[in-house]
């Protein structure tokens, strides 16, 4: 059923934190609950856009089927739905990322400047779903797959929202909001500032053990950009391999969860 053996812990997790959510959804009306329970799973379930990021790079299960309907969970957690990744990121953003003028994640303005972290987090987070569309352009068959269960996960949420407004508001609408904010925001200190033509000299690697811990590796990103399609597992012995082409400047055994 897994593809790798490595998936089954965070998986289980995920989807634990998933029937808790549907749990307090049925049994609880409080509005101070819901909201202590969303600030508490704030950073937790942002986190859980690597692992979404990571099965759109390498599926987590054999079967399609059970692929889409981990999407769709991973969905009401990050705001980040089917194909999206794919399309925004895989055949987007990894592509175009030494390029400024081009690239889905940019960090510069069309005159050239840098972004500020604030307006970076704005732009990217705003036009998510439109920059996957257009590069969906080029790739129908993902671009479709991408509308159609996008649009079945938000009206799956509209629907809990219309049957029970508060709770869905506060476990589902609110933090794939929340989420995806959180996830533009982190993803600016990736890249911004290092303009080069050199791969290895074009993202920051974040080598503390809790945040790859929480992130499955996300922190050794030079690796990631080298070789996309590698396992989170064994993206540690990737960068290993690699590091000594890497500037010292760019990696930081200090980096936090929220850094």
Same mark, same amino acid.
């Given at each position: 059923?897994?593809?790798?053996?490595?998936?089954?812990?965070?998986?289980? #997790?995920?989807?634990?934190?998933?029937?808790?959510?549907?749990?307090?959804?049925?049994?609880?009306?409080?509005?101070?609950?819901?909201?202590?329970?969303?600030?508490?799973?704030?950073?937790?379930?942002?986190?859980?856009?690597?692992?979404?990021?990571?099965? !759109? =790079?390498?599926?987590?299960?054999?079967?399609?089927?059970?692929? =889409?309907?981990?999407?769709?969970?991973?969905?009401?957690?990050?705001?980040?739905?089917?194909?999206?990744? %794919?399309?925004?990121?895989?055949?987007?953003?990894?592509?175009?990322?030494?390029? !400024?003028?081009?690239?889905?994640?940019?960090?510069?303005?069309?005159?050239?400047?840098?972004?500020?972290?604030?307006?970076?987090?704005?732009?990217?987070?705003?036009?998510?779903?439109?920059?996957?569309?257009?590069?969906?352009?080029?790739?129908?068959?993902?671009?479709?797959?991408?509308?159609?269960?996008?649009?079945?996960?938000?009206?799956?949420?509209?629907?809990?929202? %219309?049957?029970?407004? %508060?709770?869905?508001?506060?476990?589902? %609408?609110?933090?794939?909001?929340?989420?995806? #904010?959180?996830?533009?925001?982190?993803?600016?200190?990736?890249?911004?500032?290092?303009?080069?033509?050199? !791969?290895?000299?074009?993202?920051?690697?974040?080598?503390?053990?809790?945040?790859?811990?929480?992130?499955?590796?996300?922190?050794?990103?030079?690796?990631?950009?080298?070789?996309?399609?590698?396992?989170?597992?064994?993206?540690?012995?990737?960068?290993?391999?690699?590091?000594?082409? #890497?500037?010292?400047?760019?990696?930081?055994?200090?980096?936090?969860?929220?850094?």
């Amino acid at each position: 059923m897994f593809r790798n053996s490595k998936d089954r812990l965070p998986v289980f #997790i995920i989807l634990s934190l998933s029937a808790l959510d549907f749990y307090l959804y049925f049994t609880v009306e409080s509005i101070l609950v819901l909201s202590i329970y969303w600030l508490i799973m704030l950073i937790p379930k942002a986190n859980i856009c690597a692992w979404n990021h990571h099965h !759109q =790079h390498s599926f987590v299960f054999r079967s399609k089927t059970l692929n =889409h309907i981990l999407e769709f969970f991973y969905a009401l957690h990050t705001g980040a739905v089917t194909n999206i990744w %794919v399309l925004h990121h895989n055949l987007g953003h990894h592509r175009n990322f030494l390029d !400024q003028e081009c690239d889905e994640s940019r960090w510069k303005y069309k005159n050239g400047k840098p972004m500020g972290e604030l307006a970076y987090t704005l732009i990217v987070f705003l036009t998510s779903y439109s920059r996957a569309l257009g590069v969906g352009k080029n790739h129908k068959k993902l671009r479709n797959r991408f509308v159609i269960f996008g649009s079945l996960t938000f009206l799956i949420v509209a629907a809990l929202v %219309v049957y029970n407004p %508060v709770p869905a508001l506060l476990l589902f %609408v609110t933090p794939m909001i929340t989420s995806l #904010i959180f996830t533009a925001w982190t993803t600016y200190d990736h890249h911004a500032g290092l303009d080069t033509e050199d !791969q290895f000299a074009a993202s920051f690697n974040k080598l503390n053990g809790l945040y790859n811990l929480v992130t499955g590796n996300l922190g050794y990103h030079t690796a990631h950009h080298y070789k996309p399609g590698t396992h989170w597992s064994k993206l540690p012995e990737l960068h290993a391999s690699i590091k000594h082409k #890497i500037p010292d400047h760019l990696m930081d055994s200090e980096a936090t969860l929220t850094s």
